[in-house]
């Protein structure tokens, strides 16, 4: 059971991505959207309860990309495709194509990174380039500020959603740090045990109850975050790099540039 229960955890959140495909040929964007949600809440629960059960295995890391794969790539570019990208023509097509074969190269570059062992130690707090979960999220902004009514008259206009669509991908596939949140939740002080259920029953209250409005507001505070998370991942490279300096005691050998591409590769 240690083995089934987190690739069963893995296979409800394909389930709830292809079930968001559903949806959207269906017109029920609210709950497509949900759908894209609890598939990105159930992949940050499987890897979790894989390492807690110790039944992690090859087998359920290969499951976990392709399923990713899905329902932050392919999904995603057909809610869009659907919802306004197919008016668009063949620039709203290569536009859902560009986003969906990203997702699939920021998969790939990601399982080849977590193999390498040359990686420093606070690189757990970064991922290279935006996750592909946060990515699908992220991505439908448009879709949510257009149900709200908020720029009705420009931003869903499918030739800008196409192109913004165009800029997620390259977010996904570029080499910007950015924070993973794996250290959030290790561990939690025993005087913050119940605000901290406070707090997360009224996240998903406000989640359930005003899910576009919390949802951009959540996309426009990530895409918000980016900078920051260069300029703390920026820090930490350059921090390397005098300890490097005062082991060797030569100050002339350090290439920065070489040193931030080697540890950019390894965020996450």
């Known amino acids: ?110 399982n080849v990174a977590l193999e390498d062992p040359q990686k420093p130690a606070w690189a757990h707090r970064f991922f290279t380039g935006v996750p592909a979960p946060a990515g699908a999220l992220t991505v439908l902004l448009p879709l949510y500020l257009d149900f709200l009514g908020l720029f009705p008259h420009w931003f869903a206009d499918e030739a800008f959603v196409a192109f913004y669509t165009i800029a997620i991908a390259f977010l996904l596939i570029s080499r910007l740090p950015t924070y993973s949140g794996k250290s959030i939740g290790t561990r939690v002080r025993r005087d913050l045990v119940l605000p901290l259920f406070v707090v997360a029953v009224l996240i998903v209250a406000l989640v359930v109850s005003y899910p576009f409005r919390m949802l951009a507001g959540g996309s426009v505070l990530y895409l918000l975050s980016i900078p920051f998370s260069w300029r703390a991942h920026r820090k930490l490279v350059l921090a390397d790099a005098s300890m490097v300096l005062d082991d060797d005691g030569d100050e002339c050998d350090t290439d920065l540039d070489n040193l931030g591409d080697r540890d950019k590769d390894h965020g996450g």
């Not at 759908?35 to 039944?55: E, F, N, P, Q, S």
């Not at 194509?97 to 699939?104: D, E, Q, V, W, Y």
């Open 1 to 110: 059971m240690r083995l089934i229960i987190p690739n069963l955890v893995t296979l409800l959140a394909l389930c709830s991505g292809l079930t968001a495909v559903r949806m959207a040929y269906e017109g029920f964007w609210d709950f497509a959207v949900g759908a894209i949600l609890l598939a990105a809440v159930l992949d940050g629960v499987d890897g979790r309860v894989a390492r807690y059960m110790k039944g992690t295995s090859r087998f359920g890391a290969e499951l976990d990309s392709l399923a990713d794969f899905v329902n932050f790539g392919v999904t995603p570019a057909l809610m869009l495709y659907l919802w306004i990208l197919k008016d668009a023509g063949s620039l709203g097509w290569i536009a859902a194509l560009i986003f969906a074969i990203s997702a699939a190269l920021r998969l790939a570059r990601f």
